[in-house]
């Protein structure tokens, strides 16, 4: 493991260096962040509103016997927009935007197309790397600020027409519940996470054993390492604001 870590701090250590000098073209940014932007909005909204649904079951059932069933606005607010936007977004992410840029990078790796690049004198990390991460910057907090909007709207839905709540008292606990930088806090925890899965993803595709089996065993380390070191990387980041 410590030899793993190793080696993926050289990796970034290497992209850092060759990309400063070889800036991506425009036309590439925008594509990439179409594939891991628009691509992954579908089945983020769908996973967002069914969460925001159950964070209202969930907070119903937990404050009714308190008497503080009115609560609820204020308890989606907290768990969702601070905590569970943001990590529902990088987890949809690794698995859609993720595994695609790894199994892409080793299908080139096991081909030589990234020795043919090499030969045509084209920095291969700064070329296949940095594209993709400009994308999933600027595609992760977009995600993340609809995924919030998903999961309070579903949220309201249910508590003011299934649970019979005050649709008012539920927004005005929601709002008060959190500041503005909360929101500003989570979308700079998405950005993060975007770079995190994208190096993570790329280096698990360079370091792709040969075959369809290499492939196969890349692309699942990708989603498995990102999800993980996202999910650590976000107890760190609340830890250190929140605690």
């Not at 698995?95 to 004198?121: H, N, W, Y």
Request: one cysteine or more.
């Amino acid at each position: 493991m410590i030899a793993d870590v190793g080696r993926f701090a050289l990796f970034c250590g290497h992209y850092a260096r060759v990309a400063v000098g070889s800036p991506p073209s425009l036309t590439r940014v925008l594509e990439s962040t179409y594939v891991i932007g628009v691509k992954s909005l579908p089945v983020l909204l769908v996973i967002a509103a069914f969460i925001g649904t159950n964070l209202s079951i969930q907070g119903y059932s937990a404050f009714e016997p308190l008497g503080g069933q009115q609560l609820v606005g204020m308890f989606v607010a907290l768990a969702g927009v601070r905590e569970l936007a943001p990590i529902i977004a990088a987890s949809m992410v690794a698995a859609k935007a993720g595994t695609e840029m790894a199994s892409q990078i080793a299908v080139m790796r096991i081909r030589q197309q990234i020795d043919a690049l090499e030969v045509m004198a084209v920095q291969p990390h700064a070329y296949l790397i940095t594209p993709r991460l400009l994308g999933i910057v600027f595609a992760m907090p977009a995600l993340t600020a609809l995924a919030t909007c998903a999961m309070v709207s579903a949220a309201y839905l249910v508590a003011t027409q299934q649970l019979g709540l005050n649709g008012t008292t539920f927004l005005e606990h929601a709002s008060t519940s959190i500041a503005p930088v909360d929101l500003i806090w989570g979308l700079i925890k998405a950005m993060l996470f975007g770079v995190v899965i994208c190096l993570v993803s790329c280096y698990q595709g360079f370091r792709s054993e040969p075959g369809p089996e290499g492939v196969g065993q890349a692309t699942n380390r990708a989603v498995v390492l990102s999800a993980v070191t996202c999910v650590l990387l976000n107890y760190v980041l609340s830890e250190l604001f929140y605690g």
